[in-house]
């Protein structure tokens, strides 16, 4: 069984404060994308990465996606109460080439205080 | 373009009783999942259909649950008799095509089992 563990599970932090959340499995990945989910919602996807070693920014966030592609990690900067949400990666394997199955994290819950 | 639609966005039964969840993909969608979300995790997937077919179902406890896509539209989520570890949100998802990509959720159904 593929698993994605996410650490921390929960994160409350001042506004202006860097994080950093990280996904780890021993399992390697196709794909790797991140969520994020604010209550009452479903996931919206922030980004999505596919080569080993790849790093992508969208604006004051910073993705990594592990050399190995087993592992991903999230770096928000300057955090603000608008980032408050729960953040999920997901890591994309293949059925055989036909179809993709997504394979998501344990969460992190992410709570900025103004 | 009109999300992903699902009702009811409600639910509150008790133990043993029947509860059927809708869901309406975004239009053109071939790939529809339906996954269980518990309070502050990540979701599960309990059963993914390309067009009408089904491509992974292996862990919907099928003695329970059962999923349709009719004419690879409109797909139906039932749990027949609930138990209290049902309680969670039911997210219904669909991407475009074979290759995953990009998931576009609803907003769920919550359902509580007394």
């Known amino acids: 069984t593929q698993l994605l563990e996410q650490s921390p599970q929960f994160l409350s932090i001042q506004e202006g404060e860097n994080l950093t959340v990280y996904c780890n499995s021993s399992?390697?990945?196709?794909?790797l994308q991140w969520y994020r989910q604010e209550p009452g919602e479903g996931p919206v996807l922030l980004v999505t990465?596919?080569?080993?070693?790849e790093v992508k920014k969208l604006k004051r966030l910073t993705f990594q996606f592990g050399d190995a592609r087993k592992d991903s990690s999230l770096h928000i900067t300057a955090a603000q109460p608008g980032d408050t949400g729960l953040y999920l990666c997901?890591?994309?394997?293949?059925?055989?080439?036909?179809?993709?199955?997504?394979?998501f994290g344990t969460g992190t819950l992410l709570a900025v205080q103004p | 373009e009109a999300g992903v639609a699902q009702s009811p966005r409600y639910k509150i039964i008790e133990k043993r009783q029947s509860v059927a969840f809708w869901c309406n993909p975004i239009?053109?969608?071939?790939?529809l999942y339906w996954y269980q979300q518990i309070l502050g995790q990540g979701p599960k997937l309990l059963i993914q259909?390309?067009?009408?077919?089904?491509?992974?179902d292996s862990q919907l406890p099928k003695d329970r649950f059962s999923a349709e896509r009719l004419k690879g539209v409109d797909s139906t989520l039932k749990i027949q008799p609930a138990k209290l570890e049902d309680s969670a949100v039911y997210l219904c998802?669909?991407?475009?095509?074979?290759?995953?990509?990009?998931?576009?959720f609803g907003e769920g159904s919550r359902l509580t089992v007394l």
């Open positions: 998802a669909s991407s475009l095509g074979r290759w995953a990509g990009e998931l576009f």
């Open positions: 990465v596919v080569t080993g070693g």
């Open positions: 399992s390697v990945f196709s794909s």
């Open positions: 259909f390309q067009n009408n077919g089904v491509v992974d």
């Open positions: 239009s053109g969608h071939a790939t």
């Open positions: 997901a890591g994309g394997t293949n059925y055989g080439g036909a179809t993709n199955k997504l394979i």
